[in-house]
Structure formats: C-alpha cells, structure tokens
C-alpha cells in the first residue's frame, strides 16, 4: 500500500493529499529513510512521522484498502509519541 494511502486509512491523517504534502516535506521516515507518499510499506514496517510540535513513532500492522473508522487504530501499534515545547 502507498504510504500517503496508508496514513489516510489508518486515519493519522485526515486527508491524502494533506498526507501527501506531508511526505513531500520529508516529515515521514520508513524504517528510517525519508520517504516520498508513493513508498510501498507493508506489515512490521516503522514509520516516524514529524508534526512539528508532535513527533510519532509507529509499526504497521495491517495495510487493508479500506477499514472503519472505529478499526483504524488496529492498523498500527505506538511506539513512541513525544511533543515537543516551543520555550522562548
């Protein structure tokens, strides 16, 4: 499955082309490279992801087309999650 399909399906993201523009930015990372929103990722694949003030950490655990909303956190476990405080 296409990573910017992936983070719209497992609902990390809300739109794909936000997903997109995301991955563009070299804000996601695939097992440690940054990837572009067309890298395939499968099952035990570990996506970083940088929100600027929010940095996630997860493995993938399933890469259905398509999943209910109330299923889509079983697509991924949380590895880390860290927020990051703007002090001046």
């Known amino acids: 499955m296409r990573l910017d399909k992936f983070l719209k399906v497992a609902r990390i993201i809300k739109r794909r082309t936000l997903a997109k523009d995301i991955c563009d930015g ?10 572009k929103p ?3 990722i499968k099952p035990g694949d570990v996506l970083e992801l ?3 003030s929010k940095k996630i950490k997860i493995e993938v655990l399933g890469t259905p087309n398509t999943v209910r909303a109330d299923q889509a956190k079983d ?6 999650e860290t927020r990051v405080l703007d002090i001046e």
């Open 50 to 52: 940088d929100f600027g």
């Open 26 to 35: 070299g804000k996601v990372c695939v097992n440690g490279r940054v990837a």
């Open 75 to 80: 697509l991924y476990r949380v590895l880390e």
């Open 38 to 40: 067309g890298a395939e």
